[in-house]
């Protein structure tokens, strides 16, 4: 186990490298390894050095960041890497990834999105609480969830939302009559789409 603690810290420093390909078939092996019980494990003990390192290539171009975000998207699913996660900068990062659209595919930078705002830090960075720009980003979010095409890239916008709605601030800045957020996804409740149904569902209840 030694010697793969060592392997991993290569592994883990060659997502800086200097050379794309040398980044790519890093974020490619660390995705492989997130896919397993055992890889994932690992991985979540050197989240301090692996988390930043994983943002950072979301805005890449190309297969790295698309390694990159899946790799996140199966570590977040662990309490402790999303509190690192979101200390990070991963809401913004994604937000970022989101709006720009290079980089991450938009379902991976959403999946993300909707594993941190599991947890309440998570909800309180994309609410954006006390700040000026308090609610922007749930805003846009909303925005992304009925305009965003194709479709099913945008459906786990709606877990996000679900999510937010769970936290008083994320309430607040959902029932604010000033952004009209609320009338924009009562369509959702009369759609085809099942998923967004539901969790359009369990936002409103």
Do not use: W
């Amino acid at each position: 186990p030694v010697a793969m603690g060592d392997e991993l810290d290569e592994v883990i420093g060659f997502l800086s490298d200097k050379n794309p390909t040398v980044r790519e078939q890093a974020a490619q092996i660390v995705q492989g390894l997130t896919g397993t019980d055992d890889g994932a494990k690992l991985l979540c003990a050197k989240a301090d050095s692996l988390v930043p390192k994983l943002l950072h290539a979301l805005g890449k171009e190309g297969n790295e960041s698309k390694y990159a975000a899946t790799a996140l998207v199966n570590l977040t699913h662990d309490p402790e890497v999303i509190a690192k996660a979101v200390n990070k900068g991963a809401v913004e990062r994604a937000m970022d990834g989101l709006r720009d659209r290079d980089g991450a595919p938009v379902d991976l930078l959403l999946s993300i999105l909707a594993n941190v705002t599991t947890a309440e830090s998570g909800v309180h960075v994309i609410s954006q609480e006390g700040k000026a720009l308090e609610g922007f980003y749930v805003s846009k979010l909303i925005q992304l969830l009925t305009t965003g095409k194709p479709e099913e890239d945008y459906d786990q916008a709606a877990s996000v939302l679900t999510n937010i709605t769970r936290d008083p601030i994320g309430r607040r800045v959902f029932l604010d009559p000033r952004r009209g957020l609320l009338a924009s996804v009562l369509p959702f409740m009369s759609q085809a789409n099942e998923l967004r149904r539901e969790r359009v569902a369990a936002a409103l209840r």
